[in-house]
């Protein structure tokens, strides 16, 4: 179960920000609260993040796609399992004594073969069977033993019906010899005439009532003809109606059943549990092992996952199923988006250039003592964040933070500074679509939906090369994503610019009234000086520009 984690995840196509920023809360928070945080992230990480992860030896968090509640976070009851060749007797009484209503059959690997429910086995009573049913079933003998209570005078206890019907000898001799064929089940008494006649004419097996003992010439024909001899404790009618739940289960079980896996989503359980006649659903992993039973009892009072969000609360940008879990806390600096939650939040929203900061307060807030990798994570995510200062959503809050854990992560500013933008600068090994989606948003001004991506340089040469990548890009990504328009910012980092790629003329307007630009760049693009955050430069007059 995982009722008792809180998963923290940053937005979709995460930003080191995100990705330090969820790690560090995550140990901030499991050291103040003793609760397992974990972090987690909505997306592929980067080359800056990958650097950063690396140089402070820390594990890429887990991947999450959807935070929906699935089969593994609810506690499953545990599976109750039998052979396909356990006898349908048998398979009663062990519903009956782990008082469940469903039985899995699995092979010797625990494979799962099939389910028998006591409804499966109801039928066996009700219904009406061939008398050449248990050779067809092969039956086991060892399972005739077993529901007669019997035992086998002559004959191997480890062989199988292999041929014949099933029939009690009621009549006399005479006419028995007209209806016994090869191989036959004779199901008969303490009548020496009888016996001797089934075995005269290859009987396959004698089940003699009432614990009778034959004498010895039966016992030694039986022999020489290969015929079983079972005797039982039962009366002949009580044996006859008995015979039959020694069929083995696999010859009743369902096969064709529907099962769950563990990262099955409960949304889509419930529908496939509602048109379906079963209680019980094996849980089995990828290799059909059954792990345990997911039941109707299951669904009642779920936990959903618990999540804590930061550098983030919009809906647009949040992981998937981000409306179907609880969300507990929220730490982020942006704008107020459209999150909703369904019981009161911690939530935290301060005007800092980056997240890190924030968390770096909580940690002294709290006289958490920062461990030097968190420190170098958080210090990462700043200088990142703020384009080493260089970015207009720059604080003196961030740049107090960046050196406080400079110095507690043993790193030079500058020095590191650069080697971390050098890593997030070498694109040359990334498809179109990863450079694109490295750090894209979606935004909203009235009714105008658009999408604003971002890449950051140092060197000049690699943004011009880019921007002819990505032309492309931007009207296939406005297409698939149906916003109204896309812009994507190629960020000089060094002289502090921004080349603004536009999807299409509309776009293209709209850029050049927002930034009052008049010479168009490449047929598609705008250069704007002095223009290096999206947060605090590009958004904010985009957005009064589409809502004039």
């Known amino acids: 179960m995982n009722n008792d984690k809180v998963y923290v995840i940053g937005h979709k196509h995460p930003d080191t920000d995100s990705i330090c920023s969820a790690i560090a809360y995550a140990y901030l928070r499991k050291k103040v609260t003793g609760i397992n945080y974990v972090p987690v992230r909505a997306g592929k990480i980067n080359a800056e993040t990958a650097f950063v992860l690396d140089r402070f030896g820390t594990e890429v968090p887990m991947y999450m796609e959807d935070v929906r509640t699935q ?7 545990p599976a109750y399992s039998g052979h396909a060749d356990m006898s349908v007797r048998q398979a ?3 519903l009956q004594e782990e008082k469940i209503s469903t039985l899995t059959i699995v092979d010797k690997n625990e494979k799962l073969l099939g389910l028998i429910t006591k409804g499966d086995i109801a039928k066996t009573y009700m219904g009406v069977y061939d008398s050449t049913v248990l050779s067809e079933n092969r039956t086991p003998y060892k399972n005739i033993l077993e529901t007669l209570n019997g035992e086998m005078l002559v004959g ?3 062989g199988v019906v292999e041929k014949g019907k099933v029939l009690i000898a009621a009549a006399n001799p005479d006419l028995m010899e007209e209806y016994i064929e090869d191989g036959d089940m004779v199901m008969l008494g303490d009548r020496y005439e009888s016996q001797l006649c089934a075995i005269e004419m290859n009987a396959g097996c004698l089940i003699i009532s009432m614990n009778t003992q034959p004498n010895d010439t039966i016992l030694k024909l039986a022999k020489e003809h290969n015929c079983t001899i079972i ?4 009366d002949t009618f009580i044996a006859a109606r008995l015979l039959n ?3 083995t289960v696999g010859h ?3 096969e064709d059943m529907k099962t769950f896996k563990r990262e099955d989503f409960i949304e889509d359980v419930k529908n496939i549990m509602a048109n379906n006649r079963h209680r019980a659903f094996p849980v089995v992993d990828n290799k059909g092992k059954v792990l345990g039973m997911f039941t109707r009892h299951n669904l009642i009072d779920l936990d959903k996952k618990k999540v804590a969000l930061v550098d983030h609360n919009e809906i647009g940008q949040a992981v998937g199923g981000i409306t179907d879990c609880e969300i507990v806390e929220i730490v982020d600096h942006h704008k107020l988006g459209y999150v909703q939650s369904i019981r009161p939040v911690y939530f935290r929203c301060q005007p800092v250039g980056c997240t890190a900061t924030i968390i770096y307060q909580m940690y002294r807030e709290n006289k958490i003592e920062i461990p030097a990798n968190m420190a170098g994570l958080m210090c990462s995510a700043i200088l990142s964040d703020t384009l080493m200062y260089r970015s207009p959503t720059c604080t003196p809050l961030d740049r107090m ?5 400079a110095k507690i992560a043993g790193i030079e500013v500058e020095d590191y500074a650069m080697q971390m933008f050098e890593a997030g600068s070498d694109l040359n090994s990334k498809s179109d679509a990863d450079i694109f989606y490295q750090d894209f948003k979606k935004f909203s001004a009235g009714n105008t939906q658009f999408g604003v991506g971002q890449i950051t340089s140092l060197d000049a040469r690699a943004l011009k090369k880019i921007r002819t990548r990505l032309a492309n890009m931007v009207t296939k990504a406005k297409a698939e994503h149906g916003l109204d328009m896309i812009f994507f910012m190629l960020t000089n980092i060094l002289d502090e610019s921004t080349l603004v790629l536009c999807s299409d003329d509309q ?8 930034f009052g630009v008049s010479e168009v760049k490449y047929g598609d693009s705008i250069f704007v000086a002095n223009m290096v955050s999206r947060k605090k430069q590009f958004i904010p007059k985009m957005v009064g520009a589409l809502q004039e």
């Open 401 to 405: 933070a960046a050196e406080a854990l």
């Open 252 to 254: 009743f079980m369902v």
């Open 71 to 77: 089969v593994k976070d609810v506690q499953i009851s």
């Open 231 to 234: 005797r039982t404790p039962y």
């Open 507 to 514: 776009a293209l307007e709209v850029a050049c009234r927002c």
């Open 92 to 94: 009663w009484q062990k």
């Open 156 to 158: 191997d206890p480890n």
């Open 245 to 247: 739940q020694s069929m």
